[in-house]
C-alpha cells in the first residue's frame, strides 16, 4: 500500500502563488503517475495536473495551463504543484494521487488532501 502525504495549502489573495507537496511513501514499486485533482466545495473532484515518474511526462487541466506547474523529486518520492496567478475559483480541497498510469490514477491511492482557498 502506498501512503501519500499532502501539504502546502493555505489561504491566499488572488494573483498569488501556492506550492503543494505530496511525498508517497510505503510500496511504491509499479506506480509510474502521480497528479493532483481538487474538489471544491459541492462539487466533484477534478483532474488538475498529472506527471509520470519514468518520463517526466506532464498533463494538464485547460483550467491550469499556463499557471500550474507539476513536477517531481524522484529521489525523494515527492511531486510538487506550483501554483501561480491564483483565482478565486482555485479555491478547493487538493488532493494527490498515485497509480500505475495517468489514466489509473482514479483508482489508485489517494491522500487526505489539502485545503487552498483563494480570496478576491
Known amino acids: 500500500q502506498v501512503q501519500l502525504v499532502e501539504s502546502g495549502g493555505g489561504s491566499v489573495q488572488a494573483g498569488g502563488s501556492l506550492t503543494l507537496s505530496c511525498a508517497a511513501s510505503?510500496?511504491?514499486?509499479?506506480?509510474?503517475?502521480m497528479g493532483w485533482f481538487r474538489q471544491a466545495s459541492g462539487k466533484g473532484r477534478d483532474f488538475v495536473a498529472a506527471?509520470?515518474?519514468?518520463?517526466?511526462?506532464?498533463t494538464y487541466a485547460d483550467s491550469v495551463k499556463g499557471r500550474f506547474t507539476i513536477s517531481k523529486d524522484f529521489g525523494k518520492n515527492t511531486v510538487y504543484l506550483q501554483m501561480n496567478r491564483l483565482k478565486p475559483e482555485d479555491t478547493a480541497v487538493y488532493y494527490c494521487?498515485?497509480?500505475?498510469?495517468?489514466?489509473?490514477?482514479?483508482?489508485?491511492?489517494w491522500g487526505q488532501g489539502t485545503q487552498v482557498t483563494v480570496s478576491s
Open positions: 506527471i509520470t515518474w519514468s518520463a517526466g511526462y506532464t
Open positions: 494521487a498515485t497509480g500505475v498510469s495517468i489514466g489509473a490514477l482514479r483508482q489508485g491511492s
Open positions: 510505503g510500496r511504491t514499486f509499479g506506480t509510474d503517475a
